[in-house]
């Protein structure tokens, strides 16, 4: 976890997808349906890093070694302040093939999902153009 961790910190979009795996599966916390592969995964990590504003991660629980990670983070999303955690499953290669966000408090996920929706169009695009292939 401390490369992702350091690559989030740093805002190190190729870093970050460098560590996801092909088939990851990423978890929104303001979208019912969960999103599969590695171009969308990364398109929506390169959004919503400009969504998050003074993000900081304060607390991470997992074992050194282990597949299971849960990374705490404050942030804010405009005006409002929210926390909350990235939990990170690793597969045999060391590589993120679940990750799941959640967030609280509700005025803060609303806030998210607003934010990430007016930016939809534009991660679907970014994956199309990669990939040449539909993400919805």
Do not use: W
Request: net charge negative; charged share 25%.
């Amino acid at each position: 976890m401390k490369a992702f961790r350091a690559a989030v910190e740093t805002r190190d979009i190729e870093a970050m997808t460098a560590l996801l795996a092909e088939d990851v599966v990423f978890r929104s916390p303001v979208a019912h349906k969960p999103y599969p592969g590695k171009a969308i995964t990364a398109s929506i990590l390169t959004e919503v890093i400009e969504v998050f504003t003074d993000f900081r991660y304060v607390t991470e629980i997992g074992e050194e070694g282990g597949r299971d990670h849960a990374l705490v983070f404050a942030a804010n999303v405009g005006d409002r302040a929210l926390t909350g955690c990235d939990f990170i499953h690793l597969d045999d290669d060391g590589l993120i093939d679940d990750f799941m966000v959640m967030v609280r408090p509700l005025s803060g996920a609303q806030a998210l999902a607003a934010e990430m929706g007016a930016r939809f169009d534009r991660i679907v695009a970014r994956v199309t153009s990669a990939t040449g292939d539909s993400a919805s």
